[in-house]
């Protein structure tokens, strides 16, 4: 399920801007490949963070993955509840399985990410 109105990286997370601030999490993509996931591995709020660099590692019964910032900015707030429901992102990646929230600090980076139509072409490829 690719979700139009969002971003996507090459990586499988894809990011919600609103103003100056982006929501992020992995993609159902991503979540499907891992499989039921146990243990989720947040960024500190305050991190300071380049686009594309490794922010979150996830981990299932079968794999784990690190999840990379699709923008630079600063982390500014985290989804505490993985913690204890990492299930939630296999559950609902898009929503309550968001992983941070981060303030943009360069916007440029939105260049680089695909609108949903290309992600989908992109998962076409796989």
């Given amino acids: 399920m690719v979700v139009e109105g969002l971003l996507y990286t090459k990586d499988h997370e894809w990011a919600k801007v609103e103003g100056d601030v982006v929501t992020m999490g992995i993609t159902d993509y991503a979540q499907e490949q891992l499989g039921e996931l ?3 591995e947040l960024p500190d709020v305050g991190k300071e ?50 992983i941070c929230k ?20 992109y998962l076409d490829t796989l």
Avoid: H
């Fill in 102 to 121: 981060l303030k943009i600090t360069d916007k440029k980076s939105l260049d680089n990410l695909m609108d949903a139509k290309k992600y989908q072409e």
């Fill in 38 to 40: 146990v243990f989720v």
């Fill in 49 to 98: 963070i380049a686009a594309r660099k490794e922010i979150a590692v996830v981990e299932s019964s079968k794999a784990a993955g690190d999840v990379y910032s699709p923008v630079a900015g600063t982390v500014t707030e985290v989804n505490s509840e993985l913690t204890t429901q990492p299930e939630r992102i296999n559950g609902d990646c898009y929503n309550g399985g968001w």
